[in-house]
């Protein structure tokens, strides 16, 4: 915690380590196991903090889907030509504007951006030497965001053998090679830490850095909190931050966005891990500097999504958990995926409708999202055709009454679409006992039900009654006057009725503790701080979703920590 508090300041050097090793890592995620096991390969000794019960971070409940290129072997086995220069001005490209008139490139850190395009390609052959098996076919545009138009790089890891985080079983063996997903990108890397003598402590969590003094000298360890007992880790040579970002912390994501206040609490990839901003706070009390702000509010891209499934939680739209996986008793409940979203209106905390239920969120650039593309020719912006994506906007405004923050935003539907859905409206399916779903025979007591820790006003049953009747006549003419959805199809008029949570949910990070093309930690005077390392989420200056960051930083920290 950063508070001007003498007493919550970051200890200085303890008088006895409890452990010690060349290179502390923290967080076992994208980011923290590539750099552990290129340290300790490289002759260091390393120990590797997780704060989770088991590895992976976000990256193994991820859809494994890796834009790393600049010249890859299977690039090149596909006659596909792409250099570090290709990949470089592609990703500073600052011609690239998307449909909300938001560029998703130009804001980028030079420095960085030209060490990720030089590294990428020899990055993509570590991960491979290291026992990551990649879908076997041509680079394409899946899964992509903000990964540049020039030539296709996404790359796919395939699942693998082990048990998957979301469900707790493999995959079906006929697909083991062929199905993407990060599951087999993480535990090929645990395999492989674990092989070259990497010590790995879970649940340890970092709650502070050691430096010499407080704003100067180098780094010397972290603190860290095992089970409610604190330890004190040295580092010989270097801390390596890899902790994924700040989007579950309210406090620190809305220094970017106010808007994103506590409602917003179904954070992409909770509850298997946390993107506390535990990294960067502990960096920041050592005299660290933030960096890149705009890249975390730019509308593009997957920073705040719209949700793929209703009545739970967790509801990320490209992950459900299951019954079998081992956090359920976290996660709680599958959710209700939505096939169609005709099938239901979205009201706000006072039932009113806000924007076309169909509407999609940002988007990002890809290849061929800019078609013919020049690189940096300015007639790529000149073609942008504006068509906003302003359904993100419109749930996140807010009521008028003085308070940031959109409030929950509630699906409203009746018994037939949950036959047209297939749903079945019961636990686990749902999430009932913590009110993030609700149902009746009437719609004004479905309001009235409408009880939970973010509803902070209730619903007017008047309202929601109105609402339902308006569209119902929209459903009738055939025309949605207030919100222009193509043609309503259904009516809302069987009971019984149900509310079910479908408020936006946070995902990236894509700014954080400034660094420099080694990944080495920046402070507030534009200098190094000596012996502190970050890559992935927790660091800024980067725009691009995910993986290929991550995994990139996490091998020019560890080469660079250790002295390569
Ligand atoms: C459902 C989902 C699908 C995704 N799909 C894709 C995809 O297909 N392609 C793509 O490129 N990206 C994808 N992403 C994003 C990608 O997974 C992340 O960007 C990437 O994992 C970030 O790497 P990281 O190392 O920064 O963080 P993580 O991989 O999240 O690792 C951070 C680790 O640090 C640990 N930690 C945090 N705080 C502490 C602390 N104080 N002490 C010790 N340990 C701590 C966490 O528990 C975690 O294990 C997806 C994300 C999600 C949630």
Redesign the pocket.
Known sequence: MVSGGQEDQPRQSPAAWDREADIVV???????LPAAIVAREAGCSVIL????PD?????????????LGGGTSVQKKYGIEDSPDLLFRDLTDWSVVGPNGFPDYRYNDREIVRAFAENSAPAFEWLVAHGVVFVDKAPDAV???SVGNSVPREMHCAVGHWPMAYNGEPADPSVQKTR?S?NGL?RSLEVAARKAGVEILLE????SIHRQTLNSGRVLGIA?DHKGSGLDIRARKAVII????STGNVNFRRMFDPRLTEEYCGL??MPW????A??EL?AMAVGASLWGFYNQVGEFGSNVTKPGSIGCQYN?R??QWMPGSPIFERARATGLRVADWQNLILVNMLGKRFYDETAGQYIANNYNSVDPYVQGSYLNAKKLEWNPNNFLNAALAGIDDGHNGGGPIWAIFDSGAVEREHWLPAPPHIDIAVGFFFSANRLTDLADKIVMKYQRVPMPPANLEETVARYNSFVDTGVDADFAKPRPMYKIARPPFYAAWATPVV???RAGLRINAKCQVIDLNGNVIRGLYC????AGGFSQ??????TCQ?YIAGKAAAGL
């Open positions: 923290v967080g076992a995620g994208a980011t923290g903090v997780e704060a989770e590895i992976g971070g976000h990256a193994i409940i991820s859809g494994g889907n890796v834009p899964g992509g965001n993407s990060g993480m340890h969590r970092l709650t860290a890899g902790t994924g970002g992409a990839g891990s946390d993107q506390d535990s990294g502990a990320y490209h992950l995902h990236d990070t890559g992935g989420e927790s979703h995910g993986l290929a960051r991550a996490g």
